[in-house]
Nanobody, 118 residues
Framework: QVQLVESGGDLVQPGGSLRLSCVTS????????MTWYRQAPGKLRELAAA???????NYGDAVKGRFTISRDNAENTVYLQMNSLKLEDTAAYYC????????????WGQGTQVTVSS
């Protein structure tokens, strides 16, 4: 059974930091590209950050220079370090896994809520 379990979401003040984690099980993690998406109320889901199976990264324009995505293949986990948080970073953050081996295989986590508020 495939599971993607996000954690680390919280209420934080503007300018603060959070670290999200997505622990995976049931997949061969090193074969998967991993992505963090986010969705704010009333808005479409958007890319926050992505990391390929070999470690190349890509970021949404809104988070460049503030967020850092990383992965630990030994722990089957992807992280999102979020610094200098802004009010507009408030959203549900979702972990997504897409296989490089069987491209039709992709999975979503249940999401973790990040709220930036003073």
């Amino acid at each position: 059974q495939v599971q993607l379990v996000e954690s680390g979401g919280d209420l934080v003040q503007p300018g603060g930091s959070l670290r999200l984690s997505c622990v995976t099980s049931g997949i061969t993690f090193r074969h998967y590209d991993m992505t963090w998406y986010r969705q704010a109320p009333g808005k479409l889901r958007e890319l926050a950050a992505a990391i390929t199976n070999n470690g190349s990264t890509n970021y949404g324009d809104a988070v460049k220079g503030r967020f850092t995505i990383s992965r630990d293949n030994a722990e089957n986990t992807v992280y999102l370090q979020m610094n200098s948080l802004k009010l507009e970073d408030t959203a549900a953050y979702y972990c997504h896994a897409k296989s490089r081996v069987i491209v039709s295989r992709e999975y979503w986590g249940q999401g973790t809520q990040v709220t930036v508020s003073s």
